[in-house]
């Protein structure tokens, strides 16, 4: 039986706002998932036992320090389009100290993970942005995607890691597609009352400033941003035993559209 799919958390008393656990209403996501909110001058140090863990800078300034490491990351915004992005990833059992220099926000995502690899700390440099602004429908469906690691650039570790930045009146993940290997979508929106629309399944959910959906069971999951308004995605993939994620194909049904001008 499918559990919960979209919610909508708040900040609890630390700074964390709890998306996923893995005993949790979305332990479907087989990982945990949580923003960390820190005020400048914080620091928070991290470290799971037997899982890895990747942080992902949303926005303003922390300094990633981790097995003798320390760099420095800023920025500015989330609506950046990928410019300043930046993410460390670090096997299990490896202490992670973030220290804000001004108040920020990172994404974090965890699963088990028996593996060994070395840490590795992503600057824009390093990753590749994929930009899809697929011609198709009259031009409705544009984004563009910056995966930071997958299968290919981190063979060794059980998730994947990525950012969309759905264009405002756009849909994205679209035509419609699926994979079984669940995934978690974290949203924000430029402004407090801007809003979209998910679709997981059959069941349509409303996109709010940091929300979040679940993906899982092969459900798919396209999605579509209000007119005016632009919006954030972090995506994280589990993959699952023996069967990896990879980019596949729009569902059979919808591949008609890819040949629409």
């Not at 470290?47 to 760099?71: H, K, M, Q, R």
């Amino acid at each position: 039986m499918m559990n919960k799919e979209f919610g909508y958390p708040a900040y609890g008393p630390d700074g964390t706002q709890v998306l996923t656990t893995a005993g949790g209403d979305y332990r479907d996501a087989l990982m945990d998932t949580a923003v960390c909110r820190l005020e400048a001058g914080e620091t928070r140090t991290f470290l799971f036992p037997g899982e890895e863990c990747a942080f992902l800078l949303i926005e303003g300034g922390v300094t990633f320090s981790w097995s003798g490491e320390t760099v420095r990351g800023d920025r500015d915004s989330c609506f950046d389009n990928g410019a300043q992005v930046c993410a460390l990833h670090v096997p299990r059992d490896v202490p992670v100290t973030l220290s804000a220099h001004r108040t920020a926000e990172v994404f974090l995502a965890r699963t088990e993970n028996s593996e060994e690899f070395s840490p590795r700390f992503y600057s824009a440099q390093d990753i590749a942005n994929v930009t899809s602004c697929a011609e198709i429908c009259g031009g409705v469906c544009r984004r563009q995607v910056t995966t930071v690691f997958d299968g290919d650039t981190a063979p060794r570790s059980n998730l994947v890691l990525g950012e969309t930045y759905p264009l405002p009146g756009k849909w994205c993940g679209y035509p419609p597609h699926s994979h079984p290997q669940p995934e978690v979508y974290y949203y924000r929106v430029d402004r407090p009352e801007g809003f979209g629309f998910c679709c997981v399944g059959d069941n349509v959910y409303k996109i709010k400033d940091r929300s979040f959906s679940l993906l899982a069971h092969g459900a798919m999951h396209p999605q579509v941003a209000a007119p005016g308004y632009r919006m954030y995605i972090i995506w994280a993939i589990r993959h699952l035993p023996g069967d990896p994620w990879r980019r596949g194909a729009n569902l059979p049904e919808y591949q008609w559209l890819e040949r629409q001008p």
